[in-house]
């Protein structure tokens, strides 16, 4: 069974930094890009960024409004994919899911999606 | 990249059939057929519900169906029953990099 399960999420300050996991089975991770979403309270889905497959250079891109404060990285000996969180601000509240990515000749579609791990940033 | 436009809620009695609409540009929905349908049951993950358009993963109730017409696309549940009862997000490839896509808004379905 294709499973993801995200880990590392809690409560943390504003200015703070946290790091979540995302642990992938049930498939041949480094084959696939890797995407993090996140949804605040009551809100719809935000993506956060992507980390391509190291057939398409392992390289990353990010929303706006994380860009130089989250970064995203993948241990393919370890089949996980990380989202360090940096500078966290109020905003950044959401639940966070990671999700493979399926890339044709371009980004098709996300499927699965891990179950979702809750970052509170609050004082 | 905007966002798509989907209505904010729809809704229907169990057994009618209801259309969600995902209204992208010329620069997204209307140049590829790479528009995918995601449900979410509160408190959930997002599942994949349609991709390209009108492709349904195994697994994937057939009372789900997936359209385009110009740069609208549209997601039909037929036969509704209580447990469709979810928020329902469309995402498009937008064309501007291998990465780039664009999600919309997200409706929330409710069975009556």
């Known amino acids: 069974e294709v499973q993801l399960v995200e880990s590392g999420g809690g409560l943390v300050q504003p200015g703070r930094s946290l790091r979540l996991s995302c642990t992938a089975s049930?498939?041949?991770?480094?084959?696939?890009?890797m995407s993090w979403f996140r949804q605040a309270p009551g809100k719809g889905l935000e993506w956060v960024g992507f980390?391509?497959?190291?057939?398409?250079?392992?390289?990353?891109e990010y929303a706006a409004s994380v860009k130089g404060r989250f970064t995203i990285s993948r241990d393919d000996s370890k089949s996980i994919a990380y989202l360090q969180m940096n500078s966290l601000k109020t905003e950044d509240t959401a639940v966070y899911y990671c999700?493979?990515?399926?890339?044709?000749?371009?980004?098709?579609?996300?499927?699965?999606w891990g179950q979702g791990t809750l970052v509170t940033v609050s004082s | 990249q905007s966002a798509l436009t989907q209505p904010a809620s729809v809704s229907g009695s169990p057994g009618q059939s209801i259309t969600i609409s995902c209204t992208g540009t010329?620069?997204?929905?209307?140049?590829?057929?790479?528009v995918s349908w995601y449900q979410q049951h509160p408190g959930k993950a997002p599942k994949l519900m349609i991709y390209?358009?009108?492709k349904r993963p195994s697994g994937v109730s057939n009372r789900f169906s997936g359209s385009k017409s110009g740069n609208t696309a549209s997601l039909t549940i037929s036969g509704l029953q209580a447990e469709d009862e979810a928020d329902y997000y469309c995402?498009?490839?937008?064309?501007?990099?291998?990465?780039?896509?664009?999600f919309g808004g997200g409706t929330k379905l409710t069975v009556l």
């Open positions: 995402c498009s490839y937008a064309g501007s990099s291998t990465f780039d896509v664009v």
């Open positions: 999700t493979r990515v399926t890339v044709g000749s371009v980004i098709d579609w996300f499927d699965p």
């Open positions: 390209e358009v009108s």
């Open positions: 980390i391509r497959s190291k057939a398409y250079g392992g390289t990353t």
């Open positions: 049930g498939f041949t991770f480094g084959d696939y890009a």
């Open positions: 010329s620069s997204d929905v209307g140049s590829y057929n790479l």
